[in-house]
């Protein structure tokens, strides 16, 4: 087992594993990160896939197990979130040519990052990407809970959850498009099987705290001006992200391509994984292709 590198940025702790590369001779770097609620081996089934690319970096989404938000008292600011995740990276990758594939809350931090920091990024891919606030439907409850200094029982209500039998399937059943479908693929039952542990182990008040923050978030103004080759996938039918959100993305930042994955919900990676595949291929070949062409002129 490759043993998981640890980071300090200001009140964060964060975790990251390097997988080599399939062949020496491959020199990408390309940085995984999870969504809200991910935590280690959330990326698993897909790590050998990048590999044919480069050396692969598993990072944690920051608050979120193995990662730790160190002091809870501390209100976290969008700023702040975006300003460990990329520093996490720089420590992780380096701070040049460094590809970026996010899902969900990763894919809202790759989208802003690149556009941060285009000099550092050479490309990202953008999974079912959170746009902007405000968190709509139950979890809003714990958001105001926690304002209202009452988060315990988020806590308390989150480590019940974890304790009912098969709650990791149904978090998945909800957002997938077919639940029958993907949970009788033995691929993603033996994968949700191993990555139950890693799941115990989320901390209640970093997932809240990270939520209140997503809350308040809009990453529109940030991304207005991007200047990094970014590919969108998302689902047709994601219950978890409003298409509409991302449909305005798609149509107001430059240097976008966007693809959408009919009978598919939230988790593209894994609900369309040998598509998924196939769309991320094409975008890193014909992304060499337009370097080599640039470079040739």
């Keep these: 087992m490759i043993p998981r590198q640890s980071y300090e940025w200001k009140n964060h702790r964060i975790t990251y594993v390097k997988h080599p590369a399939a ?3 491959l020199k990408e ?10 935590s280690a081996d959330y990326w698993k089934l897909n790590i050998a896939f990048f590999q044919q690319f480069g050396e692969v970096i598993e990072l944690d989404l920051i608050g979120h197990y193995p990662a ?10 969008l700023q702040e979130f975006l300003e460990a995740q990329a520093n996490a990276i720089w420590e992780s990758a380096g701070e040049k040519d460094i590809t970026l594939v996010g899902h969900s809350t990763g894919g809202m931090a790759v989208l802003a990052i690149a556009a941060l920091f285009p000099g550092r990024i ?4 953008s ?11 139950p979890l809003k409850l714990g958001i105001l809970g926690l304002r209202a200094n009452l988060g315990m029982f988020f806590d308390m209500g989150f480590k019940l959850g974890k304790s009912i039998p098969k709650v990791l399937n149904l978090g998945f059943s909800f957002g997938v498009y077919n639940s029958k479908e993907f949970h009788s693929n033995p691929e993603i039952k033996t994968f949700i099987e191993e990555y139950y542990p890693q799941f115990e182990n989320l901390n209640p008040r970093n997932i809240l705290m990270i939520l209140e923050m997503l809350d308040r978030a809009d990453i529109r103004p940030i991304v ?3 200047e990094v080759p970014v590919l969108i996938l998302r689902g047709e039918d994601d219950p978890v992200i409003p298409g509409r959100d991302v449909e305005e993305l798609e149509r107001t930042t430059p240097n976008v391509k966007a693809i959408r994955f ?6 593209v990676h894994l609900e369309k994984k040998h598509a998924f595949e196939k769309v ?4 890193f070949i014909s992304k060499k292709q337009s370097r080599l062409k640039k470079s040739f002129f």
């Design 280 to 283: 991320i291929t094409d975008f």
């Design 68 to 77: 730790e938000i160190l002091d809870y008292k501390k209100k976290l600011t």
């Design 262 to 267: 009919a009978e598919c919900g939230h988790f």
């Design 127 to 137: 999974i079912a990407p959170y746009v902007h606030g405000p968190v709509r439907g």
């Design 224 to 226: 207005f001006g991007n």
């Design 23 to 25: 062949s020496p001779k």
């Design 29 to 38: 770097k390309i940085v995984l990160v999870g969504g809200w609620c991910s």
């Design 122 to 125: 050479k490309q990202v891919v």
